[in-house]
C-alpha cells in the first residue's frame, strides 16, 4: 500500500491533529459506537474492522486530493491520548471548497477540544491547501456540533430539508471564507 507520509502534524496550544492509523481504530470504533454519538455520524461503519479499512484508503490521500476524505487523529499533547477525530475532503464539482467533519469522545467532550481543533483544520485548509471555503454539513438537532462550528467562525448558510421514502433528515451547512477567516 502506498501511504501518504508527506502530512506534518498540526499542532496548537493543547492538540496534535496527526493523520489516522490503523492501531486507532479500535479507540475510533469505541466512541462512534455511543449511541448518542453514532447518530449524528456520516460513516456507515462504526466497528473496529470497517474504520480501519476506510482509515487505510485514507491513507493514500494526500490532504486536499480528489478521492474522498483524509481522517486526522486528534490527540491531547500533553498526554497522547486520543479524543476524537477531524476529516476532510474536497467538495465534489467545487474548485477551492473543503468540506470537513469532527467528531470528539464523549468524554472529551465540552472542554473545547473541537473548536481549537476545528480551527486548526480551517487554518490549515486555508493556509496550505488555498481553500476559498471550508464548509461542514450537521443534522439540525446535532447541537454541539453546530456550536463548535460557530465557535470556529463558521456561519450559518443553508438549512436542508431533505425527505425519501426511507425517512427524513433536516440539516444545516456552515460555512467560512477565506475573506471572512479572523486574522490569527
Keep these: 500500500m502506498?501511504?501518504?507520509?508527506s502530512f506534518?502534524?498540526?499542532v496548537t496550544d493543547?492538540?496534535?491533529l496527526r493523520r489516522s492509523v490503523s492501531a486507532d481504530a479500535e479507540a475510533i470504533s469505541a466512541y462512534r459506537r455511543d449511541p448518542d454519538v453514532q447518530r449524528f455520524q456520516g460513516w456507515d461503519r462504526t466497528d473496529a474492522f470497517g474504520i480501519r479499512q476506510e482509515i487505510e484508503q485514507m491513507l493514500r490521500r494526500r490532504p486536499?486530493?480528489?478521492g474522498g476524505w483524509v481522517q486526522f487523529s486528534v490527540e491531547e499533547r500533553q498526554s497522547s491520548r486520543l479524543v476524537g477525530d477531524v476529516g476532510m475532503c474536497l467538495?465534489?464539482?467545487?474548485p477551492g471548497v473543503i468540506k470537513i467533519g469532527y467528531t470528539i469522545a464523549p468524554e472529551?467532550?465540552?472542554?473545547?477540544?473541537?473548536?481549537e481543533a476545528v480551527r486548526a483544520l480551517i487554518g490549515y485548509a486555508f493556509d496550505a491547501l488555498d481553500a476559498d471555503v471550508v464548509r461542514m454539513y450537521a443534522d439540525a438537532?446535532?447541537?454541539p456540533s453546530i456550536r463548535v462550528a460557530e465557535k470556529a467562525g463558521m456561519e450559518l448558510v443553508e438549512r436542508i430539508e431533505h425527505r425519501s421514502r426511507v425517512?427524513?433528515?433536516?440539516?444545516?451547512?456552515?460555512?467560512?471564507?477565506?475573506?471572512a477567516r479572523p486574522t490569527p
Design 8 to 10: 506534518e502534524p498540526l
Design 2 to 5: 502506498q501511504v501518504d507520509t
Design 64 to 66: 486536499g486530493e480528489s
Design 14 to 16: 493543547r492538540l496534535r
Design 91 to 94: 467538495a465534489e464539482g467545487e
Design 108 to 115: 472529551f467532550q465540552g472542554r473545547g477540544y473541537g473548536t
Design 141 to 143: 438537532d446535532n447541537v
Design 167 to 179: 425517512g427524513s433528515w433536516d440539516g444545516v451547512r456552515y460555512e467560512i471564507t477565506r475573506a
